[in-house]
């Protein structure tokens, strides 16, 4: 056999250098926290749980996201609370006491990356890290006024941080300004050169909006106005997204009897979908922590306790299908999207709850239909701050498919001209 | 409520800075190639078959993995052929032609990263980025007689790379020169600042050894005196490996009967969990890909269009036991192991096969036994080349568990020392 100079190796060849600019170290003088779920080298990684740091030894090395936030040039002045587990979403730390949120001493912060969320919130910080499994991050930057950015499932390593659910594990950041919230997230996620593209279509649900105690449209004139400054009109459809998922992802129907019955006002699909997701966070749950939960006994705050023994006795019932139905909402969310589009829903559907009220109960099946969207289909959404309503802070998100295809900055760009239209047209 | 200056936001308050040195970039002058597999922007990600590359458009972004390589100053020279889907482990491609073996031209280059193993082994680049789902990094390195890395499964980012099998897919890469593999490994895993930790112990399995058709004490051997050198033989424990799965992976039990009758020779427990592997394998790379085959219904090469459409046709039955089975294996080997332990096999069970000799048949069982192991429990392993016996190259293994806490550097500094003892034991 003659020898090819090139043995056969190659389907094309082209040479590809970087453009190397005598570039300012990206996250320069900028300070940050970091949730107390992330390792960091000599420091015992607490899972907001006093048994839990106790029975751990300190890490001894520091999870990469971390240390790409201080090889981008970042100072980070300390670990923050966090919900027991990850495995709360109010914020509320019965060991730890709870943070405060900032623009309402008496009321919930929002979890699990609480701590990280009130930090920037009251100006402690530049930005923080988070995760965000079934909401940790998009809830309390809703609840304490700030932008905060869930990337898409697996675009962000989660090594050195403890796992909740690997399913639906991201690590997440906040910032109270965009500019900020981009350049973390430029370096989280390698991606220096994107370019900017031009979204196709902002899709708006009005099913979703329909859920909000908030007046919907105080939210969609905002984005209307915004995306028709941007854009032109034109680039905003209207659509029904319950009876869409209905259609699209079969597999709901294995879901959808049982969690119909328990509350008003839902939108049965995406109950389903919520559901779903909650019985596959408690599986992997279990499959990562169940052990040490029987053998610690851990304390545990109220709530949380329930939740985790509940996670514990979790079988394997059913979980094959929410693998299924994870690639059927995938698929679904990517016709209806497309590469480009965005999806424009409530972060979540009220105000930050009073403390101690059983906030989390009060959360309930609407709230996790909304945060499922993206949980489930792993597509990233932004949280972005549209200024106080009733005296407290409102957002509304925006949903992408690829933060990579797309554009981190695509979405971004998108959420900084709402934030600024906002400003005009909500009270005080 | 008193407002605490800190908002109750912090759990520990500390000041962590990076130290700046004036470094190199970490690849500087180094040259590489990357497997069709991974996005490059402007370019259409081929994955190993024509109809795919027709059916696909130019990617829009390059890959994190390959932006990291660029950002450290690397210069990729091009993209090298892959198995067709990824879905084979012999590197034969009917429509490419197969990269040629550089130590034997009648010999497969192994697969399915075949030109990315050939690249570096022929010489013409000094690294190059690969996947392996279930094998492909670990199983052309081994034939083509150079290093190969799979790292711990979700320490680097697979965004922007075509998924096979999610459970399993990881982003590895290729050197002759282990201060090389060293080097990409500390960009590609975001450890810079990574120290040296010593291993606890090393555990040879008996039984591992006992299927390679290369007489197992020369292997063994080079890494007995390679450890004793580097710190003294007591760090060598021997151990029947089967045996110990068999007792503490419960869920194999699923999976042992039907395939123990079809093979001389297996470590039943281990067969067992190579069915598994390769069922959970079949049954994710349909939710990625089953709509796209049935619907273009590519050309695809022998071997391969009988995997994939019988992948086609997989239900979920005994997926859930999959699941458990890795959370299973997963704490038994770190049982074994400790976290600093390392445990030594034959990478592969006999040297390159014969090209167009049906090779992926007769490799069989016995061999994704082996490489099942790092597989289902996502340790990491390194391949480090030995040399060659009978003038062709043979390989031995270290697994050991996670990247990110023992160390890149724990595990490529014991390959070291084998592949220079090999040079002064193995034959010519």
Redesign the interface.
């Known amino acids: 056999?003659a020898?090819?100079p090139?043995?056969?190796?190659?389907?094309?060849?082209?040479?590809?250098?970087?453009e190397f600019s005598p570039h300012e170290?990206p996250l320069k003088g900028l300070t940050f926290?970091v949730k107390?779920i992330f390792d960091?080298d000599g420091?015992v990684t607490?899972f907001g749980n006093p048994d839990w740091a106790r029975t751990h030894s300190s890490a001894?090395?520091?999870?990469?996201a971390v240390?790409?936030m201080?090889?981008g040039?970042a100072?980070?002045?300390?670990?923050?609370?966090m919900d027991e587990m990850a495995y709360s979403i109010t914020g509320e730390n019965k060991h730890?006491?709870?943070?405060?949120n900032?623009y309402a001493?008496?009321r919930v912060p929002g979890g699990s990356s609480?701590?990280?969320a009130?930090?920037v919130?009251?100006k402690?910080v530049d930005f923080s890290l988070g995760t965000d499994t079934g909401g940790s991050v998009r809830v309390p930057a809703s609840y304490c006024g700030i932008f905060g950015f869930r990337p898409?499932h697996?675009?962000?390593?989660?090594?050195?941080v403890i796992p909740m659910a690997?399913s639906f594990d991201t690590v997440g950041w906040f910032a109270r300004d965009p500019t900020i919230l981009n350049r973390v997230g430029r370096v989280l996620?390698?991606?220096?050169?994107?370019h900017l593209?031009k979204p196709s279509q902002f899709i708006i649900p009005e099913d979703c909006f329909q859920l909000s105690s908030i007046p919907s449209d105080r939210i969609t004139q905002i984005l209307v106005k915004s995306v028709e400054k941007l854009f032109g009109g034109h680039m905003i459809k209207h659509a029904i997204l319950g009876d869409y998922v209905k259609d699209k992802v079969p597999s709901l129907k294995h879901f959808i009897s049982e969690e119909n019955k328990d509350q008003e006002y839902t939108i049965p699909s995406l109950a389903a979908l919520s559901s779903a997701m909650r019985l596959l966070q408690r599986?992997e749950f279990k499959?990562n922590h169940g052990?040490w939960v029987t053998t610690v006994k851990p304390d545990l705050g109220p709530g949380i306790s329930e939740r985790v023994w509940e996670a514990v006795r979790t079988t394997?019932e059913k979980?094959?299908?929410c693998?299924?139905m994870k690639?059927e909402l995938r698929?679904a969310l990517t016709d209806l999207l497309g590469d480009y589009g965005i999806l424009v829903i409530p972060t979540v559907l009220g105000p930050p709850p009073k403390l101690q009220t059983d906030a989390m109960e009060s959360f309930g099946t609407r709230n996790f239909s909304l945060l499922s969207i993206a949980g489930v289909s792993g597509f990233c959404q932004v949280s972005v701050p549209l200024g106080l309503y009733n005296n407290l802070p409102v957002a509304v998100s925006l949903l992408a498919k690829?933060?990579?295809?797309l554009?981190l900055f695509l979405i971004i760009f998108c959420a900084i001209e709402p934030y600024k239209t906002a400003s005009r047209m909500m009270e005080p």
Request: aromatic residues 6%; without cysteine.
């Open positions: 056999m020898r090819d090139d043995y056969g190796a190659f389907t094309e060849k082209f040479v590809l250098q970087p170290l926290a107390d960091v420091y607490g001894t090395s520091t999870a990469p240390l790409a201080l090889q040039g100072t980070s002045i300390g670990k923050t609370v730890y006491g709870t943070p405060m900032p001493l008496d609480s701590g990280s009130v930090a919130g009251a402690l898409s697996g675009a962000v390593s989660t090594t050195g690997q996620l390698q991606l220096p050169d994107m593209v599986y499959n052990e394997a979980i094959d299908v693998q299924s690639t698929a690829h933060v990579v295809k554009g």
